[in-house]
C-alpha cells in the first residue's frame, strides 16, 4: 500500500538565512511588536519613569538634582497649600463628576427619544467639547468677569434679584464653584454622547415587554434601561473621573489656582511649584501623589461596575 | 394531569378593574378545582396606517374563547402590526378592538391583560431565569411566597425547572424560548401573543416547540393568537387560520378548509407545501385547455363558466398515475421513502406531482398522469376567486 510516498518526493527548498529568521515565529513576534513597544517606551514609560524619579530629587531648573529619598512627600504633607489643593481635587472631581451624569443621563435619555432635528441637536450637543478648552475657558472667564459678566448683568440691571455684581473669581467658595460649572459644561456631550450610543443598543423589544409586564416609565427605566446601561455607565465613569482629576486647563486658564492659591487643582499646583516656580523635584512629587487617587478610581469602577454576572458565561446561540 | 395548570386560581388586585369581562369557568365544564380565566377577541373594521399609507384595510376577524387562531401571510402583509395592536404597542388607527367585552382601543397595554412573547424572546439579560418570570409578578407586588409558586409551577410545565437560576445568555434558543413562555404563563392572562416565536430556532426545535406549544395551548386552554409567516406552523398549530395578504384577510377557517376549499388564488398557492400546481387556460365543455394545448378533465363547474379564461388548480398529491392519462415528461425524481415527489413537464409548464408508488422512470422519460377530478379547482384568471 505504498502509494504516493515514492511517487511525489518532496522537493527540497533551500532558503536563504533571512527567509528562515523570519519563519522563526518568536523572532517574528518581537520584530511585529518593536514599532509599538519602542512608542509606548519613548512616549509613555520614559515620561512616566522620569518624573517618578524627579520626585524623589530636589532637581530644579538649570540644576540637576540628588536623590533626597521623601523629603519632597514629607514636606508637602506639612504644606496647607498641597492640602488644599489635594481636598480641591476631590472636590472638584466628586462634584463635577456627579454633575456631569445627572445631566448627561438625562440629556441622554432625552436624544434618545424621537426629537424633531434629533441629528441636528446631536450635533449641537457636542459642541462644548469640541471647542478648545482654553477657548471656551476665555468665554467662562468673561461670563465670570466681575465687571462684564453676562450672568451678573441679568441678574442685577436685567431682573433686579441682585444689587450688586456677583464676585465670582475674587474668593475662595465663589471660584471653586464657578470652575465646577465651567467643568460641567464641558464634560456633558461626553457623557451625554457615549451613554446615548449605550441607550441605542437596548432592545426596544425589551422595553416593550416591560410594558406589557405593567412596568410604568420609572420602573422601566430602573429595571431596563439602568441595569443594561450599567457597563457602559462604569466605563464612562471610569473615564469621566480620570479626567476631571487630572484637569489642568480649564482652571489654569481661568483662575491659576488663585485667589490665593484656592483653587489649585494637584495638577495646576504641581505645574506651577514645577515649571514657573522652578522646583522640578516638588512638581514632580505633586504629580506622583496623583497616582494612587488615580489607581484606585480605576479599580473601584473596573471591579465594583465594569463586569456584570449576566455578561460572563457561555454565549449558547 | 391537568391540575397542574391551575395557576390562576387566586389572582391578586390586577390592573383590570375597568372590566367584569374576566369569563371564568369554576368546576362547572373545567376538571376539580381549576379556574381558567379566557375572553374572546373581537376585532372588528380594524384599520392602520402610517401617514398617508395604509397597512391594514379594514380587518374583521372573531376569536372565540379559547380558540388558537394563526394569523399567517407572507412578510409585510400587517400580521404583525395587528397582534402589535392587540397587545398595544401600536395604536390603532380605525375601527375597535375588544378582549372580552371591554373595548381596548385606548387601554394601555399593562391594562390588557395579555402576555406576549417576541419573535426575539426579549428576555431581561441581566435577570435570572427565575426573575425574568417573576418580574410582572413584582411590578404588581404579589407575595413572594404566591410568585415562588407561580414561578415554579410554570418551570414545572416547561421544563425549566434546573434553570432557574441561569442567566439568559446561558440558555440554549429553545430554553429562552421556553423561557419567554414561561413569562407567559406565569401572568396567566387573558390572551396568549405569540410573534413569530419559532422563526429564531433550527428546524429541528422548530418542528420540537411547535408540538410543544400545541400541547400547552390543550392543557392551559388560553385564548391564543399566534403570528407566523409559515404556513406549515399554520396548518399543524391552528384551530383557525387567518390568511392575510397586503393588509386585508383573504381567507379565515379551520386548516383542513383553507386546504381543501381555498377561496381564491392567493390562499391556494399560500397553503400547502409542496404547494399547488397552478395551470393558466380555458375552461372548455370537454375540461379545461391550457395555454400549452393540454386538455385537463376536471370536476364539476358551472355550464356558463365555459370559454372563461381561468386557472387550473391542482394539488401535487391529486396527481395520479395512469395509462389512460395525459402524457408528461419527467424531470426530476426526489424520493422521499414514503412517497414520491416527481417535477414532470407537461404542455410546456412543470408540475409537481406526489405519488405514494415508487416510481421506476427516469429523468427525460414520459409518465402518464391524471388529476382526481373530485378535488381539482378552478379560480377566474381576472379576479382570482373560486369558480
Redesign the interface.
Known amino acids: 500500500m505504498t502509494i504516493a510516498a515514492e511517487a511525489r518526493p518532496v522537493p527540497q527548498l533551500t532558503q536563504s538565512w533571512l527567509v528562515r529568521l523570519f519563519d522563526y515565529k518568536p523572532f517574528l513576534i518581537f520584530i511585529c511588536l518593536l514599532p509599538a513597544l519602542g512608542l509606548l517606551l519613548v512616549f509613555l514609560s520614559y515620561p512616566l519613569g522620569l518624573g517618578i524619579w524627579l520626585a524623589f530629587t530636589d532637581t530644579r531648573i538649570g540644576r540637576s538634582g540628588v536623590f533626597i529619598g521623601f523629603e519632597n512627600f514629607e514636606s508637602l504633607w506639612h504644606d496647607p497649600v498641597f492640602i488644599t489643593s489635594v481636598w480641591n481635587t476631590l472636590l472638584y472631581t466628586g462634584v463635577a463628576t456627579v454633575a456631569k451624569f445627572g445631566l448627561g443621563l438625562w440629556l441622554a435619555l432625552l436624544l434618545n427619544n424621537h426629537l424633531p432635528f434629533k441629528s441636528l441637536l446631536r450635533a449641537l450637543i457636542l459642541v462644548p467639547w469640541i471647542v478648545p478648552t482654553v477657548l471656551s475657558a476665555i468665554a467662562f472667564w468673561w461670563i465670570y468677569d466681575p465687571q462684564f459678566s453676562i450672568i451678573s448683568y441679568v441678574l442685577v440691571d436685567v431682573l433686579g434679584w441682585r444689587d450688586t455684581y456677583v464676585d465670582f473669581l475674587g474668593s475662595p467658595w465663589p471660584a471653586r464653584w464657578s470652575l465646577i460649572a465651567a467643568n460641567v459644561w464641558r464634560g456633558i456631550p461626553f457623557v451625554a454622547i457615549s451613554l446615548l450610543a449605550g441607550l441605542q443598543t437596548i432592545s426596544p423589544t425589551l422595553y416593550e415587554a416591560a410594558m406589557l409586564d405593567g412596568a410604568n416609565a420609572w420602573q422601566r427605566f430602573r429595571h431596563v434601561t439602568l441595569p443594561m446601561l450599567m457597563p457602559i455607565l462604569a466605563i464612562v465613569l471610569t473615564f469621566s473621573v480620570l479626567f476631571t482629576f487630572t484637569d489642568f486647563q480649564l482652571v489654569y486658564a481661568i483662575t491659576r489656582g488663585g485667589p490665593i492659591n484656592s483653587t489649585h487643582l494637584m495638577a495646576t499646583l504641581a505645574f506651577q511649584r514645577g515649571i514657573p516656580g522652578g522646583q522640578l523635584g516638588e512638581g514632580a512629587a505633586i504629580a506622583v501623589a496623583m497616582i494612587p487617587f488615580l489607581v484606585m478610581a480605576t479599580l473601584f469602577s473596573y471591579f465594583a461596575l465594569a463586569r456584570r454576572k449576566w455578561q460572563q458565561g457561555e454565549d449558547n446561540d | 394531569m391537568r391540575g397542574l395548570v391551575s395557576i390562576g386560581s387566586q389572582k391578586p388586585m390586577v ?1 383590570n378593574a375597568a372590566g367584569g369581562d374576566r369569563v371564568r369557568h369554576p368546576g362547572a365544564n373545567q376538571s376539580a378545582g381549576e379556574t381558567t380565566k379566557m375572553a374572546s377577541v373581537q376585532i372588528a373594521d380594524v384599520r392602520k396606517a402610517y401617514g398617508s399609507t395604509q397597512v391594514i384595510h379594514g380587518v374583521d376577524i372573531d376569536i372565540n374563547d379559547g380558540e388558537f387562531v394563526i394569523l399567517v401571510g407572507p412578510s409585510g402583509c400587517g400580521k404583525s402590526t395587528l397582534l402589535r395592536m392587540i ?3 401600536e395604536n390603532i388607527s380605525g375601527g375597535e378592538i375588544r378582549i372580552g367585552s371591554r373595548v381596548v382601543n385606548d387601554v ?3 391594562e390588557r391583560d ?3 412573547v ?1 419573535q ?1 424572546y ?1 428576555l ?4 435570572t431565569v427565575a426573575d425574568n418570570m417573576a ?2 409578578m413584582k ?2 407586588k404579589a407575595p413572594k411566597s404566591e410568585i415562588d409558586e407561580r414561578v415554579n409551577k410554570a418551570a414545572g410545565i416547561l421544563g425549566l425547572t434546573n434553570l432557574l437560576e441561569r ?7 429553545g430554553q429562552r424560548q421556553r423561557v419567554a413562555m414561561g ?1 407567559a404563563i406565569v ?1 396567566d392572562p387573558q390572551v396568549f401573543l405569540f410573534d413569530e416565536p419559532l422563526s429564531n430556532l433550527d428546524a429541528k426545535l422548530r418542528v420540537q416547540m411547535r408540538t410543544e406549544i400545541k400541547e400547552l395551548h390543550q392543557r392551559l386552554k388560553t385564548t391564543t393568537v399566534y403570528v407566523t409567516h409559515d404556513q406549515i406552523e399554520a396548518m399543524t398549530m391552528a384551530d383557525k387560520i387567518v390568511v392575510m395578504h397586503d393588509g386585508i384577510v383573504e381567507q379565515m377557517g379551520a386548516p383542513l378548509d383553507l386546504y381543501d376549499n381555498p377561496a381564491n388564488l392567493f390562499v391556494a398557492a399560500f397553503i400547502g407545501s409542496p404547494s399547488m400546481n397552478l395551470l393558466k387556460g380555458t375552461i372548455r365543455a370537454n375540461g379545461f385547455e391550457t395555454e400549452g394545448g393540454v386538455i385537463w378533465p376536471v370536476g364539476k363547474h358551472p355550464a356558463d363558466s365555459n370559454d372563461r379564461a381561468a386557472v387550473l388548480g391542482i394539488r401535487p398529491e391529486h396527481l395520479m398515475l395512469d395509462p389512460n392519462g395525459l402524457s408528461a415528461e419527467v424531470v426530476v425524481i426526489e424520493p422521499m421513502g414514503s412517497e414520491t415527489q416527481v417535477v414532470v413537464r407537461c404542455g410546456g409548464q412543470d408540475l409537481t406531482c406526489i405519488f405514494r408508488e415508487r416510481i421506476g422512470a427516469k429523468p427525460g422519460e414520459t409518465i402518464k398522469i391524471r388529476p382526481d377530478t373530485s378535488v381539482t379547482h378552478l379560480f377566474d384568471a381576472a379576479t382570482g376567486k373560486r369558480i
Open positions: 390592573c397587545a398595544g404597542l394601555p397595554p399593562k395579555i402576555a406576549m417576541f426575539n426579549a431581561y439579560p441581566h435577570m418580574f410582572s411590578l404588581r442567566y439568559p445568555r446561558q440558555l440554549s434558543g413569562r401572568r
